[in-house]
């Protein structure tokens, strides 16, 4: 008896070709993947989700007439890009496809802020806490920060969201701190870097 879902034999007359499997997609260009709906594949829908470090825009599903679909993108950063593609709900035959984008990647380290209002009324022994927003235009980080002072300091760092961070720092002595914020490497930094601070003892 066969386990498999109509869904599954739908996904399985998909087949997955094109340029961005052939060849590595270039930061900047337009690339895509061809898909070829095979007959009593059905409807679909056709649905994509990309995992990587700054999502492709545009990011563009076509319906080409002829028993084709393209998924044509535009990569904004390098390295890995992991394309699920599904019909339906199952994955067509190859999903996940991981593709390599290559190329120079445009920063702007302009378009990052921080949030200075976790930087005030500091003390020993209290983490320092604050927001680091990039916008879509900052380009791929990622985001580095550096502190230096009377003692060395403790930096982690979280990312909450898409362009948002949380930066957590912690000092044993009191004194003055500079906190350097960049965005890409320490050729970037961010508006108003480095960032003076007073902390004060318990």
């Given amino acids: 008896v066969s386990t498999q879902s109509t869904w599954e034999l739908m ?3 998909i087949s997955c070709s094109g340029p961005a499997l052939s060849e590595s997609p270039v930061v ?3 690339s895509e993947l061809l898909l ?3 007959e009593n594949a059905g409807q679909g829908p056709l649905n994509v989700v990309v995992k990587c470090q700054l999502t492709p825009k ?3 599903v076509k319906d080409n ?3 084709t679909m393209s998924v044509q ?4 950063a390098t390295g890995k890009h992991e394309f699920e593609l599904s019909w339906g709900s199952d994955p067509i035959p190859g999903s996940p496809f991981i593709i390599e984008c290559v190329g120079e990647v445009t920063r702007d380290a302009s378009k990052v802020t921080v949030d200075q209002t976790g930087l005030e009324n500091l003390k020993v022994g209290t983490a320092i806490t604050f927001g680091v927003s990039a916008s879509e235009d900052a380009g791929p980080g990622p985001l580095q920060v550096d502190a230096s002072g009377p003692s060395e300091p403790e930096i982690e760092l979280q990312n909450v969201s898409t362009g948002q961070f949380s930066v957590n720092i912690k000092v044993s002595k009191e004194g003055t701190y500079k906190i350097g914020v960049f965005w ?6 961010v508006p108003g870097s480095p960032f003076e601070i007073k902390v004060q003892a318990e």
């Fill in 11 to 13: 996904a399985d007359k």
């Fill in 28 to 30: 900047g260009q337009s």
């Fill in 36 to 38: 070829t709906v095979g």
């Fill in 58 to 60: 545009p990011l563009e």
């Fill in 65 to 67: 007439g002829n028993s």
């Fill in 73 to 76: 993108f535009t990569p904004r």
């Fill in 184 to 189: 890409g490497d320490s050729d970037h930094p």
